[in-house]
């Protein structure tokens, strides 16, 4: 079995089915569950993305930055495919030329807009799971294969070195 093939279980059983599609220069709500103790709640960070990466893969993430008070830039990075992001709201987005927007570290006030900010209403939120009946009979095979991936994977003493890598080329 291939590593994608585990890749794209693993994106299956622990991924959003729809993550949202964000781009770098857009302005975001993100609606984030934070646990505290025995209680939850939820907190919105509100601020521009500027940086998208992995796109929507398991690992993709995006950087979202804003100015908080006392004039303080202030910048978190959110797993996409996290359960702990439960809504993103986009307010609006605007036309960059950059994939990192990291020169906005270094402005504050009237020059952290952008010349062509277009308003962009757009709402992601996780749909709620259904929760199904499983039937006890059926195996699993997902986790059987991950075992199986993970027990053929070879360790660093038996992976081959460049001479018997060259004896099979000949």
């Not at 059983?13 to 857009?26: M, S, T, V």
């Not at 010349?115 to 059926?138: G, I, N, Y």
């Amino acid at each position: 079995m291939l590593r994608t093939d585990v890749a794209h279980l693993l994106k299956a059983k622990y991924g959003k089915q729809n993550p949202p599609k964000l781009r770098a220069g857009d302005t975001v709500k993100v609606h984030q569950r934070i646990t505290e103790g025995e209680k939850q709640r939820i907190q919105i960070f509100e601020g521009i993305v500027t940086a998208v990466k992995h796109g929507q893969g398991l690992d993709g993430s995006f950087t979202v930055r804003k100015i908080a008070a006392g004039q303080v830039g202030v910048e978190r990075v959110f797993p996409l495919h996290s359960p702990n992001v439960v809504k993103v709201e986009r307010t609006k987005t605007a036309k960059v030329r950059r994939a990192n927007l990291l020169y906005l570290r270094g402005r504050r006030g009237k020059a952290l807009r952008f010349k062509s900010e277009v308003a962009a209403p757009f709402t992601w939120e996780e749909p709620a799971k259904v929760d199904l009946p499983v039937e006890e009979d059926v195996p699993v095979v997902e986790d059987e294969i991950v075992e199986e991936v993970v027990a053929e994977a070879p360790t660093a003493e038996e992976a081959p070195t460049e001479e018997v890598a060259e004896e099979k080329a000949a």
